[in-house]
Structures are given as structure tokens and as C-alpha cells.
T-cell receptor, first 113, second 111 residues
Framework: ETGVTQTPRHLVMGMTNKKSLKCEQHLGHNAMYWYKQSAKKPLELMFVYNFKEQTENNSVPSRFSPECPNSSHLFLHLHTLQPEDSALYLC????????????FGPGTRLTVT | KQEVTQIPAALSVPEGENLVLNCSFTDSAIYNLQWFRQDPGKGLTSLLLIQSSQREQTSGRLNASLDKSSGRSTLYIAASQPGDSATYLCAVLSGGNQFYFGTGTSLTVIP
């Protein structure tokens, strides 16, 4: 399998649930990113990991908790979300930090009920 | 804070026509600019990356230009095809090592 993969592709969760989004890249990259894409809004950067270390946390609420166990895997743990958190969550990777071309996964469509 | 604007928000053209998509940014101190394509409900596909020292990049029927001093980039698509229908996004890498995205131009190529 090549490129950047994300699972699940669709997720519906209640506000009291706990779930996790998974991202895996098979490109040998060292930087990984989480973005949020809401309707009619620009993509918002959430988190950046470079060589497994978090280098950016863009004022994201604590109900979103990232985890990067190695350079190939990135998780986004979700708990007590709000309906306004419903969006497309995109994972991306690049060779190293943001100066290189970014490659995106297909996204997880999250609906919070 | 960097702001990225894409005009027009939507564009509809007949097949075979050449077209230009526009991207402008408020802070000219950028490291690079990247154009992406996004199909409905899907992730982003990178089309072209222009480093701040470059003026343009070409890939097949696509040509992207960058005028950093005026805060502008254009994406030129030659001989458009129905398969080119998608939303096109531009993103700039600015201070703070962060990508700033525009809201995109939704392109429809009519057969």
C-alpha cells in the first residue's frame, strides 16, 4: 500500500463517546500533520509532528489529543466532542517539516451528534 | 497573520478552454506556495510546489507562477477537460512554519 491512508473514512459519534482517528504514511516521511476542513472555511492546521516530536499545536481544544508513536503513524484521539467539531479531518505528511511538499490522505468525515 | 484569497470562488468553462485560477496572499514573506486539487469528499492531491526563489513550475497542462513581491500566484490550465473538474486550493508556507490555505476555486468543465 502506498501514500497516506486514513481510517476510518467515516465516523459518527455522540458527544460522550471516545474514538480515535488513525493515519499511516508509507512514503518514508518524517513530518506528519492533522488538519480540519469545515464547510466554506479554509483548511485549519491542528498539529504538526516532526521526527515524532510535536512542533505545532495551533490552539486546539484539549478534547482533541494527538499521538505520534513513530514517524509512520499518527493518531487523533477524540473525547467529549461538540457538534461544531463535525468536519473532514485530513492527515498529511512531508519529508521533513513544512518546507517540503505535503501529501494528503483521503480524510475522515466526522459527524458529532 | 497571513491571509490567502482565491478568486473566483467558482468557475464554469466549456471543454477545451484555457483558464487561469488566482491566489493572493497578504504577507510576501513566504517559503513556498503549493497548489492542490480536491475532489468532492476526498483528500488533497498536490499539483505543483513553487519555492520562494522560483517564478514558475510546470507539470503537463498545468503551469503555476509566483510573484512574491505582489503576493500573487496563478494556476494556468491548458485545454481543460471534464476530468479537471474539482476544487483547486492554494496554500502558502509562512512564518511559524505553518501552511495557510485559501478557500478554493470550484472548477466545472462542461463537456
Amino acid at each position: 500500500e502506498t501514500g497516506v491512508t486514513q481510517t476510518p473514512r467515516h465516523l459518527v459519534m455522540g458527544m460522550t463517546n471516545k474514538k480515535s482517528l488513525k493515519c499511516e504514511q508509507h512514503l518514508g516521511h518524517n513530518a506528519m500533520y492533522w488538519y480540519k476542513q469545515s464547510a466554506k472555511k479554509p483548511l485549519e492546521l491542528m498539529f504538526v509532528y516532526n521526527f515524532k516530536e510535536q512542533t505545532e499545536n495551533n490552539s486546539v481544544p484539549s478534547r482533541f489529543s494527538p499521538e505520534c508513536p513513530n514517524s509512520s503513524h499518527l493518531f487523533l484521539h477524540l473525547h467529549t466532542l461538540q457538534p461544531e467539531d463535525s468536519a473532514l479531518y485530513l492527515c498529511a505528511s512531508s519529508l521533513s517539516d513544512s518546507s517540503y511538499e505535503q501529501y494528503f490522505g483521503p480524510g475522515t468525515r466526522l459527524t458529532v451528534t | 497573520k497571513q491571509e490567502v484569497t482565491q478568486i473566483p470562488a467558482a468557475l464554469s468553462v466549456p471543454e477545451g478552454e484555457n483558464l487561469v485560477l488566482n491566489c493572493s496572499f497578504t504577507d510576501s514573506a513566504i517559503y513556498n506556495l503549493q497548489w492542490f486539487r480536491q475532489d468532492p469528499g476526498k483528500g488533497l492531491t498536490s499539483l505543483l510546489l513553487i519555492q520562494s526563489s522560483q517564478r514558475e513550475q510546470t507539470s503537463g497542462r498545468l503551469n503555476a507562477s509566483l510573484d512574491k513581491s505582489s503576493g500573487r500566484s496563478t494556476l494556468y490550465i491548458a485545454a481543460s477537460q471534464p476530468g479537471d473538474s474539482a476544487t483547486y486550493l492554494c496554500a502558502v508556507l509562512s512564518g511559524g512554519n505553518q501552511f495557510y490555505f485559501g478557500t478554493g476555486t470550484s472548477l466545472t468543465v462542461i463537456p
